[in-house]
């Protein structure tokens, strides 16, 4: 008689999101951050001169992020996930501490490219390591703990706004206290996390970059994904980063309000999502195998109605009616972002997960950065926020048919209790 009880987590299963929870929430705050503190940044940087070249300077970081992801994910599969993380750790965060010392358009420009670099390696290999320890029912739940890091990052990055005004701290300040506690974080951090052992024939098929690469662009079912995880991020990095600048001028409060208000409320409910959204994926899958992708789609029938309202809620001249629209986009976001790794996991072998979640991020970051330098430009032409929001949420529509159409293919691996070991 077959055994129908779920097979035993690795020992390390937990622990190991429990330490890549908080260096997703550095991950993000330290992006998060300038977006927060932009009036006291273009004060203090006058050669920035216009919104379109901030939204250059926005674009600049996820360009380079884009582009070097899927390079990050090759060498989380190629050489471990472990040390993939705690270098990224390491450099970001020392390039965060600069970030606090520039003085000049140019500079900022650099500072973001090399955050860029530094930040494109750790979230395929996080997520990567997540899926290579969880194997069952537990995937989404656990990807969405860790998901949660990066939104308690984002909503301590709206609080930045508040430390740029004090007069003992300032932008700079914040950039690099920062940067010292993620330094100090990697060296431990080095040490704790430890790689899952993989079979050899998973290990021998890491060793081929192009050949990963090539089996991935012919995936049909890897290809819609892109395009499903593409579509709803050029709003969702809209919201994020331009969002307190939004509230800010459609509302007229200040810059600390305008910061906490854009990223509080709504990264509060996508906590909520992630939590719930991952808890119903993991049941659901017990029904079907098509389980993960039906409480994604959930999210974004959720995400839909939430962008047109942020859009029109400037002329209702009621800020608390764009955050009621924003907490609606926080509860569908973590519906949605929480099972991107776990369906990732459903059409992908584990020896090219993390080179698959690059080509994601590469995809859709680099069209993010495109919608952030475009949004500055309509932003300097007058374009209303209400048809801007609204184009983004008929793109949002097309792709809940995009993840309805993937065809989930992984076999359940047996599991085992064996014990990591070091690389």
Same mark, same amino acid.
């Not at 330490?19 to 932009?38: E, G, S, V, W």
């Not at 996930?81 to 358009?105: D, E, P």
């Not at 810059?255 to 709504?266: E, M, N, P, R």
């Given at each position: 008689?077959?055994?129908?009880?779920?097979?035993?987590?690795?020992?390390?299963?937990?622990?190991?999101?429990?330490? /890549?929870?908080?260096?997703?929430?550095?991950?993000?705050?330290?992006?998060?951050? /300038?977006?927060?503190?932009?009036?006291?940044?273009?004060?203090?940087?006058?050669?920035?001169?216009? &919104?379109?070249?901030?939204? !250059?300077? +926005?674009?600049?970081?996820?360009?380079?992020?884009?582009?070097?992801?899927?390079?990050?994910?090759?060498?989380?599969?190629?050489?471990?996930?472990?040390?993939?993380?705690?270098?990224?750790?390491?450099?970001?965060?020392?390039?965060?501490?600069?970030?606090?010392?520039?003085?000049?358009?140019? &500079? +900022?420009?650099?500072? !973001?490219?090399?955050?860029?670099?530094?930040?494109?390696?750790?979230?395929?290999?996080?997520?990567?390591?997540?899926?290579?320890?969880?194997?069952?029912?537990?995937?989404?739940?656990?990807?969405?703990?860790?998901?949660?890091?990066?939104?308690? @990052?984002?909503?301590?990055?709206?609080?930045?706004?508040?430390?740029?005004?004090?007069?003992?701290?300032?932008?700079?300040?914040?950039?690099?206290?920062?940067?010292?506690?993620?330094?100090?974080?990697?060296?431990?951090?080095?040490?704790?996390?430890?790689?899952?052992?993989?079979? &050899?024939?998973?290990?021998?098929?890491?060793?081929?970059?192009?050949?990963?690469? !090539?089996?991935?662009?012919?995936?049909?079912?890897?290809?819609?994904?892109?395009?499903?995880?593409?579509?709803?991020? /050029?709003?969702?990095?809209?919201?994020?980063?331009?969002?307190?600048?939004?509230?800010?001028? &459609?509302?007229?409060?200040?810059?600390?309000?305008?910061?906490?208000?854009?990223?509080?409320?709504?990264?509060?409910?996508?906590?909520? @999502?992630?939590?719930?959204?991952?808890?119903?994926?993991?049941?659901?899958?017990?029904?079907?195998?098509?389980?993960?992708?039906?409480?994604?789609? =959930?999210?974004?029938?959720?995400?839909?109605?939430? /962008?047109?309202?942020?859009?029109?809620?400037?002329?209702?001249?009621?800020?608390?009616?764009?955050?009621?629209?924003?907490?609606?986009?926080?509860?569908?976001?973590?519906?949605?972002?929480?099972?991107?790794?776990?369906?990732?996991?459903? =059409?992908?072998?584990?020896?090219?997960?993390?080179?698959?979640?690059?080509?994601?991020?590469?995809?859709?970051? @680099?069209?993010?950065?495109?919608?952030?330098?475009?949004? @500055?430009?309509? !932003?300097?032409?007058?374009?209303?926020?209400?048809?801007?929001?609204?184009?983004?949420?008929?793109?949002?529509?097309?792709?809940?048919?995009?993840?309805?159409?993937?065809?989930?293919?992984?076999?359940?691996?047996?599991?085992?209790?064996?014990?990591?070991?070091?690389?």
């Amino acid at each position: 008689m077959m055994d129908s009880r779920p097979p035993a987590l690795p020992r390390w299963a937990w622990l190991t999101v429990c330490l /890549l929870a908080p260096i997703a929430l550095l991950n993000y705050l330290d992006r998060q951050m /300038l977006a927060a503190m932009k009036s006291s940044v273009m004060t203090d940087i006058p050669d920035i001169g216009s &919104e379109a070249n901030w939204g !250059r300077m +926005l674009g600049q970081f996820k360009w380079v992020y884009a582009f070097l992801s899927p390079v990050g994910g090759w060498i989380a599969d190629r050489f471990g996930r472990r040390i993939t993380i705690c270098g990224s750790l390491f450099a970001w965060s020392a390039v965060t501490w600069w970030t606090g010392h520039v003085h000049s358009y140019g &500079e +900022l420009l650099t500072a !973001r490219s090399l955050m860029g670099i530094s930040e494109a390696f750790y979230i395929p290999a996080a997520l990567a390591l997540i899926a290579d320890y969880h194997t069952g029912e537990t995937r989404s739940r656990a990807v969405s703990y860790h998901q949660m890091g990066i939104y308690c @990052g984002v909503i301590l990055g709206g609080f930045t706004g508040y430390a740029a005004e004090m007069p003992g701290l300032g932008w700079r300040g914040a950039f690099g206290w920062s940067g010292v506690v993620g330094m100090a974080l990697a060296v431990p951090m080095l040490f704790f996390l430890k790689d899952r052992p993989r079979q &050899e024939a998973a290990q021998s098929g890491a060793t081929s970059g192009l050949g990963s690469v !090539r089996a991935l662009l012919t995936n049909r079912s890897f290809l819609l994904l892109v395009l499903y995880f593409t579509l709803p991020a /050029l709003a969702g990095w809209v919201v994020r980063d331009w969002m307190p600048a939004i509230l800010k001028s &459609e509302f007229k409060i200040g810059q600390g309000k305008a910061g906490v208000s854009a990223t509080l409320y709504w990264q509060s409910a996508a906590i909520v @999502g992630a939590f719930v959204g991952g808890w119903l994926a993991d049941r659901r899958m017990r029904k079907t195998p098509r389980g993960r992708i039906h409480i994604s789609a =959930v999210g974004m029938l959720m995400i839909i109605p939430a /962008l047109f309202g942020v859009g029109f809620s400037p002329q209702t001249g009621e800020l608390w009616v764009a955050v009621a629209f924003l907490i609606l986009f926080g509860l569908g976001w973590g519906f949605f972002d929480t099972n991107n790794m776990p369906i990732l996991c459903q =059409v992908a072998p584990s020896e090219q997960r993390a080179t698959g979640y690059g080509l994601m991020n590469m995809v859709s970051i @680099g069209c993010g950065g495109l919608a952030d330098w475009g949004f @500055g430009l309509m !932003r300097d032409r007058h374009l209303p926020l209400a048809a801007i929001f609204s184009v983004f949420a008929s793109v949002a529509l097309v792709s809940v048919f995009l993840v309805l159409m993937i065809r989930p293919t992984e076999v359940q691996p047996p599991s085992d209790a064996t014990s990591p070991g070091q690389p």
